[in-house]
């Protein structure tokens, strides 16, 4: 599509970059990308989220191994842990006396909120001519991130995200159709979903191919989804003062 608005060549240009130089983020990049980030739409402007930047190369490479080995966490310009934070709310209920209650609804407004900052965040960067990849490695092993990085309670580690100038150039994925998400008027027929399912394996089989992987997102998709993850993230958040219920 010819002469697209910057913001959308951005946002379609994505892809996410796992090999950075050394070259350092910039503060004033940092500031920049965490005004846009911040100017995300937040539930009733309770903008419940924070952002750790990680400096400290001993604490950087101890992340690395508390995410599965992920190399890029101490290899890139910016690392930074996203949380959903409610430990401001909660303090300023204490301070005026009155009680702070929540339920499932103010984890989940917490975790929405610091996803929307997370992504202005990243395309910021990405308009600023950086790379970025989420680091979902980080709930690996919350009481461990949670020790090393003196988190404290009401406040709730989501991802982790790494920033830096690209060392490589990858080509952005494919995903489904637009009309694979878009739905009209009532939700479509399972045959649709399933259809529209096979459709994107008959364009990811030759995309896997060309990387030297024989399978298809299907495929992907059922194993990911054939065993249970992170077990223990709900007692954690817990732990940390969420109501889960
Ligand atoms: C919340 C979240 C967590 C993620 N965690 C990781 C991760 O731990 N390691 C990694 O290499 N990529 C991670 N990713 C990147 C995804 O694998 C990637 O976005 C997806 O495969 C689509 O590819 P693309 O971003 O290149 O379009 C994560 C993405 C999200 C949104």
Redesign the pocket.
């Given at each position: 599509m010819p002469n697209l608005p910057p913001a959308l060549e951005t946002l379609l240009a994505?892809?996410?970059i796992?090999r950075f130089t050394e070259a350092p983020v910039p503060d004033e990049h940092v500031r920049l990308a965490v005004a846009a980030g911040q100017q995300a739409s937040t539930s009733s402007n309770v903008q419940a989220y924070s952002m750790l930047r990680v400096r400290n190369q001993a604490t950087l490479e101890k992340l690395v191994e508390l995410?599965?080995g992920?190399t890029?966490v101490a290899r890139c310009g910016a690392f930074f842990v996203v949380s959903g934070d409610t430990r401001r709310h909660r303090l300023l209920a204490a301070r005026a006396g009155v009680p702070y209650r929540t339920r499932l609804e103010g984890f989940l407004v917490s975790t929405i909120d610091a996803?929307l900052f997370a992504q202005n965040l990243c395309v910021a960067f990405e308009s600023l001519g950086y790379g970025i990849?989420?680091?979902?490695?980080?709930r690996n092993d919350l009481a461990s991130i949670r020790e090393l990085l003196r988190v404290p309670e009401g406040v709730y580690p989501?991802?982790?995200l790494c920033v830096g100038v690209p060392d490589e150039d990858?080509a952005?994925?494919p995903?489904l159709a637009p009309d694979a998400v878009l739905h009209e008027d009532l939700y479509p027929d399972d045959a649709v979903l399933l259809a529209e399912a096979d459709a994107y394996d008959d364009r990811m089989r030759s995309w896997y191919a060309e990387r030297g992987l024989e399978t298809t997102w299907s495929q992907r998709i059922e194993k990911q989804f054939s065993e249970v993850h992170r077990t223990d993230v709900a007692e954690f958040y817990r732990a940390q003062g969420a109501e889960l219920d």
């Open positions: 994505h892809r996410s796992r995410t599965g992920q890029k996803s990849c989420y680091v979902g490695g980080l989501l991802f982790g990858p952005p994925r995903r």
